[in-house]
């Protein structure tokens, strides 16, 4: 059975369709880039998802239905890395990623050896563990960005959903996230991961889902997605396009239209 199951999915806001009728379904240790210009309905489709937005057709997890699943359920089930990922609340850190674990806990029990053993090591996969008797809301823009990545690690779903997950890393910590994902995928777990960087996305990503204004246009290898003629029609730019021994690298270089 496929983690996940997506059917004619359509999202309305504010009765405007922006995720028309969109299909597809993923399978266990996929890493999968979501891409499509500003505006064409990532985010809005990873909401629906999550049933954090109405929907129209069917999202099925693991067989079922997500808008009808407990949170706590599909909290098992499902990780989300959200846009937005300013800390306000004044906790230390270790709190913030022990939080990743509260859809495992029994009521009334405290953490586990296993939740202890997933929560440093989130923890050290984003090399935050200097931090983590912090104040989260006191880190930088970047470092509070891998403080709810780490959160999401921790709670160790088999899918996984990251909206634009590198916004804001240093390139250094950028490529451990895309190793992070990659890792993930080869022990089995799924990332659905929306990214404005092809380049990332062209090295990292088994398959890519192309978006553009709402509907599923694409959804294949890099290697068959990122050609020059769809970058250009999708984006307006060029690209510098090259297969090396490291991957596929591409590098917008300039606007066409
Ligand atoms: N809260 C909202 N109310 C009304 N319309 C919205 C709202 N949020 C998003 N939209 C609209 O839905 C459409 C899809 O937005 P969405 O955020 O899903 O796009 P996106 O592909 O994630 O874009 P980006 O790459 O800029 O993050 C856009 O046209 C946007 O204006």
């Known amino acids: 059975m496929s983690l996940l199951r997506v059917e004619n999915l359509s999202v309305s806001r504010q009765k405007r369709i922006v995720v028309d009728r969109v299909s597809f379904t993923i399978g266990e240790g996929e890493f ?14 990873l909401r629906a998802l999550l049933a954090q937005l109405p929907y129209q057709g069917s999202v099925t997890l693991n067989g079922q239905e997500s808008a009808q699943l407990k949170s706590v359920k599909r909290a098992q089930f499902l990780s989300y890395i959200a846009q937005d990922r300013e800390i306000s609340w004044n906790m230390r850190v270790e709190a913030v990623v022990q939080l990743g674990r509260l859809a495992r806990l029994p009521q009334f029990s405290g953490l586990s050896k296993e939740d202890q053993h997933q929560i440093t090591s989130a923890i050290e996969a984003l090399e935050i563990t200097h931090l983590r008797d912090k104040s989260a809301r006191e880190l930088s823009g970047g470092e509070q960005a891998r403080v709810l990545i780490a959160r999401a690690i921790a709670q160790d779903t088999p ?39 092809l380049g990332l996305a062209a090295r990292w990503c088994t398959r890519l889902l192309l978006l553009k204004d709402g509907c599923l246009v694409a959804d294949g290898t890099p290697a068959d997605i990122l050609k020059e003629d769809v970058i250009r029609d999708l984006y307006g730019v060029e690209v510098f396009r090259t297969q090396t021994p490291d991957g596929l690298i591409i590098q917008p270089t300039h606007i066409v239209r």
């Open 32 to 45: 999968v880039g979501l891409i499509g210009p500003n505006g064409a309905g990532k985010s809005t489709l």
């Open 159 to 197: 899918l996984m959903l990251a909206d634009e997950p590198v916004a804001g890393l240093d390139p250094a910590h950028q490529l451990g996230l895309m190793q992070i994902f990659r890792e993930l995928s080869a022990s089995g777990r799924s990332i659905i991961c929306t990214l404005h960087d």
